[in-house]
């Protein structure tokens, strides 16, 4: 059973405006949440974490937001470069942070 | 790159015979993983290490074996590989203490 949802398969934003990628999350254990972008045929990497502890964390044009309550989170770009293009996946962990559970994964596209 | 190397990077095998994927870290992280990715589905853990020798099964661990008797080596086996087990597989790494993982570039498996 999936514990960490993407419900947005594919994003298309144009160039200069804010990309929006929503995460879902069923386990209320979870307490430290990750953003990756993936390009095809490399590995993921880092974007940008969330403590539980907290409910908006930035860095440069990434923004994550965290409401608990409803178990959402949510990935804000801007502006959209079409180097954004990629895509990404959120990941959850529960207490000591040595396991992650991933969602399936948006797949952005940002039009110049 | 943080240190990690996958190999082989592309395999085609056939139904029924053993298959070994390599993950090799020159970082000394304590904590090794090996994850799936299937359209989907997303990033799936199949096993992960948190030492030499030590290692626990993952969200999709069945037709799956893992060893570690060092350090920087995680193997993966897959013992009588099937076709459902086409997948691309990646290999991350995270140190004792750390947030998030740093993957490999993965290895495309095809099961013919």
């Known amino acids: 059973d999936q514990q960490v949802k993407q419900n947005s398969p594919s994003l298309s934003v144009q160039e200069g405006r804010i990309s929006i990628l929503n995460c879902d999350y069923t386990?209320?254990?979870?307490?430290?949440f990750l953003w990756y972008k993936k390009y095809p045929a490399e590995g993921p990497t880092f974007l940008i974490s969330i403590s539980s502890i907290k409910d908006k964390n930035e860095d440069g044009r990434f923004t994550v937001f965290l409401n608990k309550s409803a178990k959402h989170l949510s990935l804000h770009i801007v502006p959209s470069q079409p180097g954004d293009s990629a895509v990404y996946f959120c990941a959850a962990s529960a207490n000591t942070g040595n396991q992650f559970y991933f969602g399936t994964g948006t797949s952005l596209t940002v039009i110049p | 790159d943080a240190g990690i190397t996958q190999s082989p990077r592309h395999k085609v095998t056939e139904t029924g015979t053993p298959v070994t994927l390599r993950c090799h870290q020159t970082?000394?992280?304590?904590?090794m993983y090996w994850y799936r990715q299937d359209p989907g589905h997303g990033l799936r853990l199949i096993h992960y290490s948190y030492g030499v020798k030590d290692t626990d099964k993952g969200e999709v661990s069945d037709g799956y074996s893992v060893s570690r008797s060092k350090t920087e080596d995680f193997l993966l086996t897959l013992e009588s590989a099937t076709s459902s087990q086409t997948s691309v597989y990646f290999c991350a790494i995270k140190a004792q203490g750390a947030y998030g993982y740093t993957f490999g570039s993965g290895t495309r498996l095809t099961v013919v």
């Open positions: 970082e000394n992280h304590r904590y």
């Open positions: 386990n209320s254990m979870f307490d430290y």
